[in-house]
């Protein structure tokens, strides 16, 4: 009877470890992947955003963000393909970028009215409107910086030590707009001209200059190779189309990607051979048992089945426990970074159900080889065991 419950003892406490490991690798799983799941989601926005367009900075800004005259936009006009042409001006929320960020950071955008005629990726206001022509000192906020800035319709926040008023609060994407402050052209040049060094702000004026044209094709040209007629037609630029995106930063987040998520299998595959062992040790402990349940008439696929479904099962309170634990972390990490405007984590239904399912398979794989050991067991030999 001791030698029974000590069994039995030892049968549940492998168990639970096997379960623990199990839900640790859910966990990575979970955190990576809702990781990988935010950065997939600001690539494809960038995607979209970049799809039917052309950006045009100065030559040497992917070192230094350099500004290009706004003269350049008469040059850009005469391209053939080119339709219409709206300036940006940009600066960084945070001056200072002590902070770690995660996709781009937090910017401000000195915004021209008038390319939504042309612009097929739609920023939508849930509360307040859009910036006019004729505002100034007005600003629309995007979604995550709302707790950030303390913002709220009709208060004023301080950008560069001058007051703004919000005017509007863009719709969540989940993208690079939700950290965006958008701010009539005229302030964001002013702002843009500020943060420059002292060299460029005593050889131009704030109204001479911009961050970057948005370029946008006549209906049916190639924005790709619209790029490379502007950037060989005016000199001083560089362009990015829609594939110079993708080049850039598709393939680099997807290598990314890859090593999130094979972080997270390495520590799964931990699990799966505690299951292995586990699940072996239990069926070599009860071997009597399964000779008795032979002898009954019990078949072998029952067998299978049995030890098959146990397994599944340890797989599946691992996976439930790890998604537990890997969602909280997520809402913990996620709750303390929207106070920066940041957050990291992207927790999706397809992600959850993903993590789950695929636990309750590796516990049924796993289970595989002591299902087959535990129906070759002998019934003779199992009931000759003490």
Do not use: C, H
């Not at 399964?290 to 067998?303: E, P, T």
């Not at 929207?338 to 993903?354: N, R």
């Amino acid at each position: 009877m001791v030698e029974i419950l000590k069994n039995m003892w030892r049968r549940k406490t492998r168990t639970m470890l096997t379960v623990f490991g199990i839900a640790v690798g859910i966990l990575a799983l979970v955190v990576m992947g809702a990781m990988a799941e935010k950065l997939n989601l600001l690539v494809d926005g960038g995607t979209t955003y970049y799809k039917d367009k052309v950006t045009v900075s100065a030559k040497g800004s992917s070192f230094m963000a350099l500004p290009i005259p706004i003269t350049k936009k008469l040059e850009i006009e005469k391209v053939p393909g080119v339709q219409a042409v709206f300036g940006e001006a940009y600066a960084m929320l945070d001056k200072d970028l002590s902070a770690v960020n995660f996709g781009p950071p937090a910017s401000i955008i000195g915004y021209q009215p008038g390319s939504e005629k042309y612009e097929s990726f739609k920023l939508n206001i849930s509360r307040g409107r859009k910036l006019i022509e004729s505002d100034s000192k007005k600003v629309v906020l995007g979604s995550d910086l709302v707790k950030k800035l303390n913002a709220d319709i009709g208060k004023n926040i301080k950008l560069r030590d001058t007051e703004f008023e919000v005017v509007g609060i863009y719709e969540k994407t989940f993208s690079t707009p939700d950290t965006t402050v958008m701010i009539p052209f005229a302030d964001g040049q002013m702002i843009m001209y500020n943060d420059q060094p002292e060299i460029i702000r005593t050889n131009t004026k704030p109204s001479e200059i911009v961050y970057d044209f948005i370029v946008y094709p006549t209906k049916g040209t190639d924005p790709d190779k619209l790029a490379a007629k502007i950037q060989s037609e005016v000199s001083g630029v560089t362009t990015m189309g829609p594939k110079a995106f993708n080049d850039q930063i598709t393939t680099s987040v997807g290598m990314f990607t890859s090593m999130i998520y094979g972080i997270a299998l390495i520590s799964l595959l931990v699990g799966t051979l505690s299951i292995i062992n586990t699940m072996t040790m239990s069926i070599s402990e009860r071997t009597k048992e399964i000779g008795i349940k032979k002898a009954l008439g019990a078949k072998n696929s029952d067998i299978m089945i049995e030890y098959l479904t146990e397994a599944g099962i340890i797989g599946f309170f691992g996976g439930l426990i790890g998604l537990g634990f890997g969602s909280l972390f997520v809402f913990l990490i996620n709750s303390y970074m929207e106070k920066t405007g940041d957050k990291i984590f992207l927790l999706t239904p397809k992600l959850m159900i993903g993590a789950m399912v695929f636990s309750i398979a590796v516990g049924v794989i796993a289970g595989i080889y002591p299902a087959l050991y535990a129906v070759k067991i002998s019934i003779v030999k199992s009931l000759r065991e003490e």
